[in-house]
């Protein structure tokens, strides 16, 4: 079984998605690893553990491009795969289009060679696919997964080719930051409605930089504007399963849960000892955020 892992790129470096793409996809088989982009992405791609070979292709930042690249490549592997990302929810049912093939798409578990696990119902449910196909077009949850190790030495193989596309890259605009990336941080700091404006959510950011974390928001808060948009986790946000997960002033509405399911810890700073999230918290802390936040992130400060 041979399987084909598209490596996805945050600006000119290799996104952490990839090491847990290929964690998961390992057990699938031996991975192939199609880089688009520069050789140093492929140089660091090829350190991946599991990682059998990196196929290096011209860079192109455009879905059809990708597609075409997977296309060409796709007859001499099993599964083809990528991260449930923006690109990968942009690319693969494109090219399982392509190759009229149904794809699985937001796997969480690998079961067998064609049994897969995977959310429905915004998380409320898990179901198991069993992909009956010769060919599988598959994409993975990047948190679900734990990331592969380095240390590996896999061989770069250069392809050309010419990629052809009547869309045109005009520009990627990037939110620049030193924050870990909310999808696969182990320590998530989220704030609620309550933290009350854009300023208070520095004593999130101040207690999360105290704790090397990424940092979340309620949709509320971020429909208030304290917040920007892609720190939103939830049904209509991002999917984060880090180790450590810090509740600040979030009741715990369902469509909020929906994004923590896979949060192995979780502790919840909140007034109201019958919130939601305080009842499924492993650790809670009732009182004021706005007392317990900065001396929280004063003692960690301290340690
Ligand atoms: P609230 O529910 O108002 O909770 C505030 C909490 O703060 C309360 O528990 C309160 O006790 C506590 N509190 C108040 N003051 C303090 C204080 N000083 N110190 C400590 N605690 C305090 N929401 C999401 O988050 N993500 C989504 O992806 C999402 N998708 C949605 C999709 C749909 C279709 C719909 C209808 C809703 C969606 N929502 C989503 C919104 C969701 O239903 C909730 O409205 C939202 O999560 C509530 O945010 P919150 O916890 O910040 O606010």
Not at 52 to 65: D, H, N, S, Y
Not at 157 to 173: D, K, L, M
Not at 287 to 300: M, N
Request: glycine residues 10%; hydrophobic residues 50%.
């Amino acid at each position: 079984m041979s399987v084909l892992v598209l490596a996805e790129l945050d600006g000119e470096v290799l996104s952490p998605a990839t090491a847990r793409i290929v964690a998961a996809a390992t057990q699938l088989g031996p991975v192939d690893l199609l880089v688009s982009g520069p050789q140093a992405v492929a140089e660091s791609a090829s350190g991946l553990s599991g990682v059998a070979r990196v196929i290096l292709a011209p860079a192109t930042a455009l879905a059809e491009g990708m597609v075409d690249l997977l296309a060409s490549l796709a007859p001499g592997y099993d599964y083809l795969v990528a991260s449930a990302s923006t690109t990968g929810k942009d690319v693969m049912p494109r090219l399982a289009a392509r190759l009229d093939i149904q794809p699985v798409t937001d796997i969480v578990a690998i079961e067998g060679p064609n049994r897969f696990t995977r959310p429905i119902y915004a998380g409320n449910a898990l179901e198991t696919v069993t992909d009956g196909q010769a060919r599988h077009v598959l994409t993975f949850r990047a948190s679900a997964f734990r990331p592969a190790a380095g240390g590996n030495a896999a061989p770069i193989e250069t392809r050309e080719a010419t990629i052809a596309s009547a869309a045109r890259f005009i520009a990627a605009h990037r939110t620049e930051s030193d924050i870990p990336d909310l999808a696969t941080a182990q320590i998530v700091v989220g704030g609620g409605v309550s933290v009350g404006s854009a300023e208070g959510f520095r004593l999130i950011e101040a207690l999360g930089k105290s704790l090397g974390a990424a940092i979340g928001a309620t949709r509320a808060a971020v429909d208030a504007g304290y917040a920007p948009n892609d720190w939103q986790v939830g049904q209509t946000g991002k999917i984060i399963a880090p180790d450590l997960y810090i509740a600040i002033g979030i009741s715990g509405a369902l469509q909020h849960l929906a994004g923590i399911q896979g949060a192995k810890k979780i502790v919840a700073i909140n007034t109201d000892a019958e919130a939601p999230i305080v009842k499924i918290a492993d650790v809670a802390l009732i009182g004021d955020l706005f007392e317990i936040v900065p001396q929280l992130t004063a003692e960690l400060e301290k340690a």
